[in-house]
């Protein structure tokens, strides 16, 4: 396993983090992303930490709460070997259960350390951005938080780029913690994280930690033109997929270099990422202990750079303003992190 700073700070994460989405299944909404056990969480914790993973991530809302008591369950007695990263910004009812006020924020960290089990929670993002709670009240209580103890980390997840920014301010014009991680959507069939977020967290000394990577199952392979429609991808359920054609164009690509380096599009998938900069880590949701298996062979894979620069032209995400006058008049001054935009993945 590869392990990679976690923004600026002296945390070390691995590149290949487990995520736990897929534990409990509890209503249609959840089951829909897996419904493993808390025996089979076990299982694969155990097939995680064989393979060096040393950060497994959650959220209070993951079927409920009942994620986070499986993740509490399967490190029961090896709590010291693992780095566990929840969330919270959804609630379950009432007006002030949602958001990211202090009265919310501090329910939902104490409810999270009851259900994992745990006295402290190593990394606690912000699942969302909430325009009507001061940035002052959320930043202050997230620093009380790692003061007390209970939080040691802060990260971020689903802000805008002008969100991002505003937050980080906030911190640093009243000595608050910062930010050291943001949680973002990122993958081949989607990397419109690179017009913001990607630079601003380069720049500010946040690491990216990319949720659904495989772009929930549609870039393994099994998803190729012939065998599925256009119009069924533009309708997929779990995520909206704007180009159909384009994805394909991306898959069959991933399925070529996959072939030629006797790997599976999944891990050609992973490893591209891992290649991009910035990247501290990808969270893998495996149904099954032979995907997480397969998942996890991702970090020893080395893509050569003809193989980077294809998946780079086919998956380029368009240059919308003022990206395209920059990248015309102004890259003979870019700096790295804007280069997480304009520069292939390397």
């Known amino acids: 396993m590869e392990y990679r700073t976690l923004g600026r700070s002296g945390l070390k994460v691995s590149a290949l983090a487990m995520g736990a989405m897929t534990f409990g299944g509890q209503d249609d909404i959840f089951r829909r992303f897996g419904s493993t056990d808390v025996a089979g969480a076990r299982r694969q914790v155990d097939l ?12 209070n809302v993951y079927s409920f ?30 007006p002030n ?6 009265h919310h924020l501090l329910a939902e960290v104490e409810a999270s350390l009851r259900r994992l089990g745990t006295d402290h929670i190593d990394v606690f993002h912000v699942h969302g951005w909430d325009g009507q709670t001061p940035l002052e009240e959320t930043m202050g209580t997230l620093d009380g938080l790692v003061r007390s103890g209970k939080v040691r980390y802060l990260g971020v997840s689903n802000f805008a ?29 989607c990397r419109d994280a690179e017009y913001e977020l990607l ?7 946040l690491g990216i930690i990319a949720f659904s990577p495989l772009a929930r199952g549609l870039l393994t392979g099994k998803h190729r033109r012939g065998r599925v429609s256009e119009e069924t991808l533009a309708a997929w359920p779990e995520l909206a997929v704007r180009d159909p054609a384009k994805l394909l164009d991306t898959i069959e690509t991933v399925v070529a270099i996959a072939d030629g380096h006797a790997a599976t599009p999944a891990q050609v998938a992973l490893a591209y990422l891992l290649a991009k900069p ?16 397969e998942n996890l062979g991702a970090i020893h894979l080395a893509l050569t750079p003809d193989d980077l620069a294809a998946l780079d032209r086919v998956s380029a995400p368009e240059l919308v303003y003022p990206h395209w006058h920059q990248h015309r008049l102004a890259a003979a001054r870019f700096s790295d992190a804007d280069q997480a935009l304009h520069r292939p993945a390397r």
């Not at 630079?199 to 000394?205: F, T």
């Not at 910035?278 to 298996?293: E, K, N």
């Open 48 to 59: 995680c930490l064989d393979a060096g993973v040393n950060l497994i991530d959650t959220a």
């Open 199 to 205: 630079p601003a967290s380069i720049d500010q000394g």
């Open 161 to 189: 780029g002008w969100q991002l920014m505003k937050a980080l301010a906030t911190s640093d014009a009243r000595g608050y913690e910062r930010f050291v991680s943001n949680q973002v959507y990122y993958s081949l069939e």
């Open 65 to 94: 709460g009942l994620s986070e008591e499986i993740v509490g369950r399967a490190v029961e007695g090896r709590r010291d070997r693992v780095l566990l990263s929840t969330k919270a910004r959804v609630g379950f009812g009432g």
């Open 97 to 102: 259960a949602e958001g990211l006020s202090r």
């Open 278 to 293: 910035g990247v501290a880590s990808l969270i893998l949701g495996a149904r099954s202990d032979d995907q997480l298996t």
